[in-house]
């Protein structure tokens, strides 16, 4: 087992009003699997993603990434580098770096040297290697989404979570990176977490689950 979510729950106050989101989100997650997501706008998806990506933290409940309980991890910095790739609706490239700049952030972060190897097999297999000194502006809408996800496989993480990815993208372009999702898991063992409401993109799931009124529910 990847990851491990148990009875999370997580509130915001709004004014005098507390708003509970979570209400004991509950799910288990097995190593190369993708797990989607849906549920109606406003029902917490992105909320959940950002406690499962370390980004915020649960008012209560237990979250394992790869055998390390978030709640005993004092630098959530070092477990988000190492353990965990963002995919976002918006590429989030920087404009001022080029793309090998772009895909080796995560690599730098961490302290590390690039391997230059493993990047050329990642731009051939993005089928990018034309493409390593241009700046985003130069790329399509679906190319930049396809460096956001070289980016976030760059330090071969645990899980790799994703909200809304096909949400900027046009028909043909969400195909290509539903295939591309399927194909990452099948040639790189890799696991995902996908929030969607597109449902080509929900039903690549090996596990499907439907958030609402604060649960998760197994469809």
Do not use: C, W
């Amino acid at each position: 087992m990847i990851l491990s979510a148990r009875n999370i729950k997580k509130t915001f106050k709004d004014g005098d009003k507390t708003l509970q989101v979570l209400k004991g989100v509950n799910f288990d997650l097995d190593k190369g699997n993708i797990l989607t997501i849906k549920g109606a706008s406003g029902s917490g998806k992105s909320t959940l993603l950002s406690l499962l990506g370390t980004l915020d933290q649960p008012d209560s409940g237990e979250i394992v990434i790869n055998n390390n309980n978030l709640k005993t991890i004092n630098n959530y910095d070092s477990i988000r580098n190492k353990h965990i790739g963002f995919v976002f609706q918006f590429h989030n490239l920087i404009a001022e770096l080029n793309i090998v700049e772009n895909v080796t952030i995560p690599t730098l972060i961490a302290g590390k040297n690039s391997d230059s190897d493993y990047l050329n097999k990642l731009f051939e297999y993005f089928d990018l290697s034309d493409r390593k000194k241009s700046f985003p502006l130069d790329l399509s809408g679906g190319e930049k989404q396809r460096v956001s996800v070289m980016r976030a496989i760059i330090n071969k993480p645990s899980i790799v979570i994703a909200d809304e990815p096909t949400g900027n993208l046009d028909e043909k372009n969400a195909i290509k990176m539903i295939d591309l999702f399927q194909k990452l898991k099948n040639d790189f063992n890799l696991t995902f977490v996908i929030a969607t409401h597109d449902e080509k993109v929900f039903s690549i799931g090996d596990k499907k689950m439907n958030l609402y009124d604060g649960t998760l529910i197994e469809l």
